[in-house]
C-alpha cells in the first residue's frame, strides 16, 4: 500500500502574509488539497507567526475532514494554544527564528525531559504526538522512552544531497531507520525536501505510511494550479509504490 499524503499548506498562507491580507483563504486551499486526494492537511503555527496565525488553526480544525496535523515547537505558548484547538495530531518540531525553514530534526536526546513534559500535556487532551527527528538510532530510542505515538523521519539529508553517493548514503540511512523504528513498534512517516523529482525512491521504501510535503506542492500550484498539483503528486506516489 502507497503511503498516505499529507500536503503542508504553509505557503500558502505565506503568500498571504505577504500583503497581511485576507487572500487566499487556508480554509479553501485546505478543501482544494482534500478534494483532490489529500489524506490529511499539515500547518505549522510558528512562535513568530510568520505565516500560520491562530485563526488559521481554529478554522481548519473546523473544515478539515481528513486529519490535521499540526506541526509545532515545544514551547509552553504553542503548547497551551494545541491543547485548546485539539488537532488530530500533533507533531513536534525544532525551531529557531532566524531559519527559513525546518532545518534538521527534532533533538528528542537533549531535550528529553521537556518533550516528554509536552508528549504527556498533549496526550492528556487526547492528542496523538509524532516526533520529526533524524533517522538516527539514538533519537528513534528517546522518541520511544518519551512515550510518542508516531514517528516522522526527516528527510532532509536525502532531499539535500548535491551528488548520487551522497544521496544513496542518505536513503540508506533512511531504510535503515524506518527497520529500526518498526521493530521498536512505531508507526513511521517521513517528510522534509522531498519534490516530484525525488519522491520516488522514498515512497519505495517499505514502513513508511506518510509523507507529508508542502513547499514543492505549493510550488507547482503556482503555475497548475493547486488542485492538479496535488492529484499529480498522489499519482506520483501511488504509481512509485507499484513500480517497487
Do not use: W
Amino acid at each position: 500500500m502507497a503511503p498516505k499524503l499529507g500536503v503542508n499548506i504553509d505557503h500558502i498562507a505565506t503568500l498571504r502574509q505577504l500583503r497581511r491580507g485576507f487572500e487566499p483563504e487556508l480554509a479553501f486551499a485546505a478543501l482544494i488539497c482534500e478534494s483532490a486526494g489529500a489524506d490529511g492537511i499539515v500547518i505549522h503555527l510558528r512562535e513568530d507567526r510568520r505565516h500560520i496565525q491562530e485563526r488559521d488553526l481554529y478554522l481548519l480544525r473546523r473544515v478539515v475532514r481528513t486529519k490535521l496535523n499540526l506541526e509545532m515547537s515545544i514551547a509552553d505558548e504553542i503548547v497551551s494554544i494545541a491543547c485548546d484547538a485539539s488537532p488530530d495530531q500533533a507533531t513536534l518540531v525544532p525551531e529557531k527564528r532566524q531559519e527559513l525553514t525546518t532545518e534538521g530534526g527534532l533533538d528528542t536526546v537533549l531535550h528529553f525531559v521537556k518533550v516528554k513534559k509536552v508528549i504527556q500535556r498533549l496526550q492528556g487532551q487526547r492528542i496523538p504526538v509524532s516526533l520529526f527527528i533524524d533517522p538516527d538510532k539514538k533519537q528513534i530510542d528517546a522518541s520511544k522512552k518519551a512515550g510518542a505515538d508516531f514517528i516522522e523521519l526527516h528527510t532532509g539529508r536525502y532531499a539535500e544531497a548535491k551528488d548520487e553517493k551522497a544521496q544513496a548514503k542518505a536513503l540508506k540511512e533512511l531504510v535503515e531507520a524506518v527497520k529500526y523504528a518498526r521493530k521498536a513498534g512505531f508507526h513511521v512517516f517521513a517528510g522534509h525536501g522531498l519534490n516530484y523529482y525525488n519522491v520516488a525512491p522514498v515512497v519505495k521504501i517499505e514502513g513508511i505510511e506518510e509523507l507529508n510535503i508542502g513547499y514543492s506542492i505549493v510550488c507547482r500550484a503556482a503555475l497548475v494550479g493547486l488542485e492538479r498539483a496535488v492529484r499529480e503528486m498522489k499519482v506520483l506516489i501511488n504509481d512509485s509504490r507499484k513500480r517497487r
